[in-house]
């Protein structure tokens, strides 16, 4: 049976192993800078020597001019560049200055002081190479960069978002039943209320109808009388509506003046009229009161709707929400895992996931 680490005590050893290996790097790195240091003191002493030599005599003097030029920009540029050469690193970066130092000078000076130049050159080369020796006991002693600490902190604060995100969700979808639910009931209810009113105005209209045209076929018997107190309702039929105790008293006055026709009118208004009148005010008051529930129950309703609305586009963006998080927590898993595979090869042992 394969035994396997817990996650926890990889990540113990493999930091432990971290500080030992930097440990032993950074004994490396002093071991090979005092090195290079060594070589450093021993290109400027001949630099130094080279500097104050003095050239062969018989020599061209064209050639000793430009050798000469040479030789001052030689020593000057090597030495800027050995000077700024404190650590590995900067000995790293300095390599590619020196290579070019190569190319851009000396071709003149080497004629004259060709030995001193070769035993730079060779000093050089050799720094090259021990950079190069440096470079290989880094990698082999040097362990990667893994993060998996990190990567599972994020992951768990990754999951706490979900999972809290996935309960608003939830109570959202129940708060959206709910509305839905809602909405659903108060529609035959605000449909019962229009239907209920719009009766009772078919009923109202039915009746002021009738009223008025039994009062119309009093007008013109009341234009040929001449009598002031009948101008208004002669005028218009709905005055009877708006006064009539005054409407009846009027007709009682002109009863024996009215013709059969009339008189059959005259009779239903004294007999019905005030009736009449009181159902139209009943049902005026139904319409007035059914009215207001009817806007009520709109108001509410639009109310519900503008909820609902708001509901589903929160519902909308957590779930956008939540497609991103899980993609990332996708990815953090996924780079956990490879570097996971990394600390068992560094380990030699199978993890626990």
Do not use: C
Not at 1 to 7: D, N, T
Not at 44 to 58: A, H, N, Q, V
Not at 80 to 109: F, Q
Not at 209 to 229: C, D, G, Y
């Amino acid at each position: 049976m394969v035994m396997r680490l817990k996650l926890e005590q990889a990540i113990k050893r493999y930091e432990l192993l971290r500080k030992q290996r930097e440990a032993e790097l950074e004994r490396l790195r002093s071991e090979y800078l005092d090195r290079v240091r060594e070589i450093i003191g021993e290109i400027l002493r001949i630099l130094d020597g080279l500097e104050k030599k003095e050239p062969p005599k018989d020599v061209d003097s064209h050639l000793l001019r430009v050798a000469l030029r040479e030789r001052d920009a030689y020593v000057s540029t090597l030495r800027r560049i050995l000077g700024g050469i404190t650590a590995m690193d900067e000995l790293e970066r300095k390599l590619g200055e020196i290579s070019k130092l190569h190319v851009g000078h000396g071709r003149y000076l080497i004629v004259l002081f060709k030995k001193d130049v070769y035993r730079v050159n060779g000093l050089l080369k050799e720094l090259g190479e021990i950079y190069g020796e440096y470079s290989l006991k880094i990698r082999e002693k040097g362990l990667p960069d893994l993060d998996v600490a990190r990567l599972i902190a994020e992951m768990e604060e990754v999951r706490k978002e979900i999972s809290s995100m996935e309960q608003r969700l939830d109570e959202l979808s129940r708060l959206r039943e709910e509305l839905e639910g809602g909405r659903s009931s108060e529609s035959p209810e605000l449909e019962g209320l229009v239907g209920e009113k719009n009766a009772l105005e078919v009923r109202l209209r039915t009746l002021q109808t009738e009223v008025r045209s039994k009062a119309s076929k009093l007008q013109k018997p009341l234009k040929r009388m001449r009598i002031p107190e009948a101008a208004p309702f002669i005028k218009d039929t709905s005055h009877v509506l708006q006064k009539p105790e005054e409407f009846l008293e009027l007709v009682r006055r002109v009863y024996l003046s009215l013709d059969k026709k009339a008189k059959k009118a005259a009779d239903w208004l004294l007999q019905n009229l005030l009736s009449k009148v009181q159902e139209i005010t009943e049902i005026e008051k139904q319409i007035g009161l059914i009215t207001s529930q009817v806007e009520s129950a709109r108001g509410s309703m639009k109310a519900s709707e503008e909820s609902l609305k708001t509901t589903e586009e929160e519902i909308k963006r957590i779930e956008y929400e939540l497609r991103k998080l899980r993609n990332r927590l996708s990815s953090i898993e996924d780079e956990l895992e490879r570097e996971v595979l990394v600390l068992e090869r560094i380990l030699g042992e199978k993890i626990e996931r």
